[in-house]
T-cell receptor, first 115, second 113 residues
Framework: SQQGEEDPQALSIQEGENATMNCSYK?????LQWYRQNSGRGLVHLIL?????REKHSGRLRVTLDTSKKSSSLLITASRAADTASYFC???????????????FGKGTKLSVIP | GAGVSQSPSNKVTEKGKDVELRCDPI?????LYWYRQSLGQGLEFLIY????????KSGLPSDRFSAERTGGSVSTLTIQRTQQEDSAVYLC???????????FGQGTRLTVV
């Protein structure tokens, strides 16, 4: 079953605008990660936020995590045409000692940045 | 190695045939994941290997699917008696340790005709 669910499913913005994508999940997590996928092949890791963190930055990316609401958001500031891709959140469940740190993905948000 | 390597990059097979997909993880990575992605969809978890522990096979969709990881390195995903619904991109990823970022290969696009 898929743990994370991204919202919206698709987003189209003008270059220079900010893009915000949201992710909700169902069970307790160890950490939450965001990935980008271009042209339906390999994914690239963007950022990891642990369950005891609330906000993290990396360049033009800002990720927030609200464990009480079981949600996360990814903000891309000053978007560029090259940011056009699908973005996925993925969660690692909070299994300690159970042996499996399954990384579970949502269905993704397809972002289009128009030049 | 430079990254996660998967082979072949594309595979066309006839319905009913068996296929083997290979994944070479980054050297030293203890965790290895297999996922399946249908066109325009999210990633469906298949199986997870961690060191010498028993693999988490909870995502395998049927007993036609199996995977092994030899010597804690290379992994092979085998699909027996392929069906048309098995057509998808099969992605492999590895990570240095549990709970860390995963590095993905470019995937194998499997088409069953």
């Amino acid at each position: 079953s898929q743990q994370g669910e991204e919202d919206p499913q698709a987003l189209s913005i003008q270059e220079g605008e900010n893009a915000t994508m949201n992710c909700s999940y169902k069970t307790s997590i160890n950490n939450l990660q965001w990935y980008r996928q271009n042209s339906g092949r390999g994914l690239v890791h963007l950022i990891l936020i642990r369950s005891n963190e609330r906000e993290k930055h990396s360049g033009r990316l800002r990720v927030t995590l609200d464990t009480s609401k079981k949600s996360s958001s990814l903000l891309i500031t000053a978007s560029r045409a090259a940011d056009t891709a699908s973005y996925f959140c993925a969660t690692v469940a909070g299994y300690s000692g159970a042996g499996s740190y399954q990384l579970t993905f949502g269905k993704g948000t397809k972002l289009s940045v128009i030049p | 190695g430079a990254g996660v390597s998967q082979s072949p990059s594309n595979k066309v097979t006839e319905k009913g045939k068996d296929v083997e997909l290979r994944c070479d993880p980054i050297s030293g990575h203890t965790a290895l994941y297999w996922y399946r992605q249908s066109l325009g969809q999210g990633l469906e978890f298949l199986i997870y290997f961690q060191g010498n522990s028993a693999p988490d096979k909870s995502g395998l969709p049927s007993d036609r699917f199996s995977a092994e990881r030899t010597g804690g390195s290379v992994s092979t995903l085998t699909i027996q008696r392929t069906q048309q619904e098995d057509s998808a991109v099969y992605l492999c990823a590895s990570s240095l340790a549990p709970n860390t970022e995963a590095f993905f290969g470019q995937g194998t696009r499997l088409t069953v005709v």
